[in-house]
């Protein structure tokens, strides 16, 4: 690769700080709601979905709260329904989904790239006002009759029997699917089309593989739940009749047609994260990846297989034996590619110089959190087990291992990481270790008792229990109580950055990968020139720095001019 | 907007690419990418069309006799002729000619909207036999053929007595070969004719026809008006796009170097064609 060495008497420091950056380098209203820019876009998405995930968490709250005893305490049964079903709906479609691709991705992707923008910066703010028109949808559905019919839809009970706002719902899930659409379509033409001279597809940092996979997967299934979610209301207005055995439809080709969806999108919502893990690994350790290639084929592997496993959500809903039988073992090729990235993570760990930092906390949380939730999958793909398992808390805490333990540490990992970058403020490292151990605990005090009441029998969904499964859903829900304490302090410690943290150098953790170049916060046009990609987990190209406090390219790697 | 993205002397490059070329590779990945989204889009239709054809192969040759294949040919004609204008339309742009430019984009303009009359006709004569979709579906006597048209495809609801020999003279009927479905529908015909004398009556409207041989109908219809209908808002949308193409080409935006946005409007197009004429023959061409 081409490099310009300098003489080791007139040493370039890169500058660190600039005046004017994307956040002060315009002001007013409109300058945020029409910006073009990735970065402020991304920020507007951050915005967004954190307060999604904070009006998914309430949900959650009340749910473990209504059960900590038998009985109802506070709510009724309808009410209950309607909890957990906005509970998942606002979760998986307004946070989890978008959350690592639209609002790290969208701040991080171009700068890792070296690029000035995404490819098309004002599809990409189309993206996020679709995604806002979806909330707003939902905020409807909410004040209006609420949803009650979980976050799948199944047919007929939401087109025929419900009276609650299924079509605003549906109409807002619509939205915001052709936003993660029109996300994923701006991602995959700007890795082909705006990497920097000298980053191959073997150069390509891992984070873009991620997203490369991710953005297949939104282009291809995505849609398929858009005409799912238009026939739905075809159905729930019209009364067309395709998913509703009343008048000769079959409702199992709604769940055909919603899985063939929502199972990609299980890995539209676990390989960003995925892919933020590889890069907080790589750094931490301080180390060059382990196996590269393989982390960043299976990451397209894993894009490919997951439309294959769609009817293992269905095993005993009327498929056919061979039916079952054959996406039944299709599901367990998709543990290798998982567990070839989990042992490329710990081999990259040994003998690494691991720092213990904030988001390498949460990616070690990740790899343990992820590691069970997979397991516990396989559990769900043995056909046998999975008659008996199947709709039970078995089922609820595997997802929630695989999308709170997983999606939600590598969110909250790569937000820690990036957040120097993006707000150009250092956080409190002590509080923020202390937000990340406690929500490691909570959850799982949250989550591994519905293991073990979802293999002694207890369903999902139910309002109410025996006394029998009070003990678990006591131990869950002081679970919850903790992780929510966990999160309330992260909330604490990043905001107060905002306002008393210190300035954040431009490489403060020693990564290579070039969004690390380019000041913190980075200015409006990113770069001057787009800069020269070299191997992105070549650490010992940065080397510490202690007037900066921060990492500088080490000498004989500085460019000569910035 | 906040943000100056151009370049001075070239007004419609944006500020992040190199140059006019990679800016126009990148629309070009970016309109295929869009593209395949449309297909998967389209797919579940065509996906929920295959499945229920499977299921109920006796309705679609019926239902489908309703429809009017001579609009739905012209429509085919008018879509095709669109194709031809607005690869037109991207040849006169890469050679700079404007009026070409014009004038061809104006024409696939007009055939879209030529086709969009044409499907409000054939909707509204839909309509006006109640051949809705969904639940206010009530056909009408004579919805399913006329007659006095003497259209090949016509099947008329008579007394089984004449169906035989309507079926000698019409073999290609293929409503009347002897499935379940259709045993019973012919069974409950005779009951109709016995008990209340509705001769007149449609099968579909008979009182005594019953609910499961009536709703399988409902359903071709639920599948036609949503293919159709999904179909009419592409166009709608490619009438939109292709407006404000042509005022920028009015205002002469397009160059040999800058010419992109034509491009993709033209595969958009390409596509939004391509689906009619799968549609086509799918729905209207089952006989």
Not at chain 1, 463 to 469: C, S
Not at chain 2, 218 to 242: A, D, N, P, S
Request: with cysteine.
């Amino acid at each position: 690769m081409t490099q310009v060495d300098i003489p080791v008497e007139s040493p370039v420091r890169p500058v660190q700080h600039l005046d004017k950056n994307f956040i002060n380098h315009s002001k007013g209203f409109l300058s945020w709601a029409l910006t073009l820019d990735h970065k402020r876009i991304g920020l507007m998405y951050l915005v967004g979905i954190s307060l999604s995930f904070f009006l998914g968490g309430l949900f959650a709250l009340a749910i473990r709260l209504e059960l900590f005893s038998p009985g109802m305490q506070f709510m009724d049964a309808a009410t209950y329904n309607q909890v957990f079903t906005l509970h998942g709906a606002v979760m998986v479609f307004l946070f989890i989904i978008p959350g690592i691709p639209a609002a790290l991705g969208n701040v991080v992707l171009p700068l890792m790239l070296g690029a000035k923008d995404v490819a098309f910066p004002r599809l990409n703010l189309c993206s996020y006002y679709l995604w806002l028109s979806g909330a707003a949808f939902f905020i409807w559905t909410l004040f209006s009759n609420g949803l009650d019919t979980g976050w799948t839809f199944y047919t007929p009970y939401s087109t025929s029997y419900t009276d609650t706002s299924v079509i605003q719902a549906t109409a807002g899930v619509f939205m915001l699917g052709f936003s993660s659409i029109f996300t994923g379509l701006n991602f995959l033409v700007t890795i082909h089309k705006m990497r920097p001279p000298g980053m191959t597809w073997h150069k390509l940092p891992l984070f873009l593989w991620g997203m490369y996979g991710t953005a297949i997967m939104q282009l291809l299934a995505t849609p398929v739940l858009g005409i799912t979610l238009l026939l739905l209301i075809m159905e729930t207005t019209l009364g067309i009749g395709i998913f509703d055995p009343q008048k000769g439809g079959d409702p199992v080709l709604y769940q055909h047609f919603f899985w063939f969806y929502s199972h990609p999108a299980v890995y539209i919502m676990i390989l960003p994260a995925m892919a933020v893990v590889s890069e907080i690994i790589a750094a931490f350790s301080r180390k060059h990846i382990f196996g590269y290639r393989m982390i960043a084929y299976s990451s397209v592997s894993i894009a490919l297989l997951s439309f294959l496993v769609w009817g293992h959500h269905m095993f005993v809903s009327s498929e056919s034996t061979l039916a079952t039988l054959i996406f039944s073992a299709i599901t367990f090729t998709i543990a290798i590619p998982s567990a070839i990235k989990v042992f490329n993570w710990l081999a990259t760990l040994y003998k690494g110089s691991v720092q213990l930092d904030t988001p390498m906390l949460y990616a070690l949380g990740f790899m343990w959190l992820f590691t069970i939730g997979g397991l516990t999958g396989l559990f769900l793909a043995v056909l046998s087990t999975d008659v008996v398992l199947h709709d039970t808390y078995f089922v609820v805490a595997h997802f929630h291992y695989v999308m709170v333990g997983g999606t939600l540490f590598a969110f909250l990992g790569g937000l820690h990481y990036w957040w120097p970058k993006m707000t150009g403020k250092m956080y409190s490292e002590t509080s923020g270790r202390i937000a990340a151990v406690t929500a490691f605990i909570g959850f799982n005090l949250a989550f591994f008792p519905q293991f073990i009441m979802g293999s002694r029998g207890m369903p999902r969904r139910y309002a109410d229990y025996t006394a029998d499964f009070e003990l678990y859903h006591r131990l869950s829900t002081t679970g919850t109580l903790i992780l929510g304490v966990g999160l309330a302090l992260l909330a604490y410690t990043l905001l107060r950055s905002l306002f008393g943290g210190k300035k954040a150098p431009a490489n403060p953790w020693g990564s290579a990968t070039i969004e690390w170049e380019c000041p913190s916060p980075p200015p409006h046009h990113n770069f001057d020139h787009p800069p020269l990609a070299t191997d992105p987990y070549d650490m010992e190209r940065v080397e510490w720095d202690e007037e900066v406090q921060g990492y500088v390219p080490a000498v004989g790697h500085r460019p000569t001019a910035h | 907007m906040s943000d100056a993205h151009g370049h001075g002397d070239k007004p419609f490059l944006a500020h992040h690419f190199e140059d006019e070329d990679h800016q126009f590779d990148s629309g070009k990945l970016g309109i295929w990418a869009f593209l395949v989204t449309e297909i998967l889009f389209f797919s579940g239709l065509f996906c929920a069309y295959v499945i229920y054809r499977a299921m109920h192969p006796e309705v679609f040759t019926f239902a489908s006799n309703a429809l009017d294949t001579q609009m739905g040919a012209i429509n085919t004609g008018v879509l095709i002729f669109s194709s031809l204008t607005a690869a037109w339309a991207v040849r006169n742009a890469q050679l700079g000619q404007k009026t070409g430019l014009i004038v061809n984009l104006s024409i696939t303009i007009l055939c879209a909207f030529g086709f969009m009359g044409i499907k409000y006709l054939e909707y509204s004569h839909k309509f006006h036999l109640g051949l809705f979709p969904g639940d206010k579906y009530e056909a009408k006597e004579g919805a399913y053929g006329d007659e006095s048209k003497g259209n090949a495809n016509t099947v008329a609801f008579t007394s089984p007595e004449e169906e035989e020999s309507a079926e000698e003279t019409e073999p290609g009927v293929a409503f009347s070969r002897g499935d379940t479905a259709e045993a019973e529908l012919a069974e409950q015909e005779a009951h109709g004719d016995d008990g209340h004398g509705h001769e007149e009556l449609a099968p579909w409207n008979d009182p005594n026809v019953p609910e499961a041989t009536k709703r399988k109908l409902k359903i071709f219809f639920g599948i036609y008006f949503c293919m159709t209908g999904l179909h009419g808002i592409h166009v709608l949308i490619g009438i939109l796009v292709l407006g404000w193409l042509l005022t920028r080409a009015i205002r002469g935006h397009f160059t040999p170097t800058y010419y992109g946005p034509i491009d993709f409007a033209a595969l958009y197009w390409h596509l939004v064609d391509l689906i009619w004429i799968y549609l086509f023959p799918l729905l209207y061409l089952i006989n």
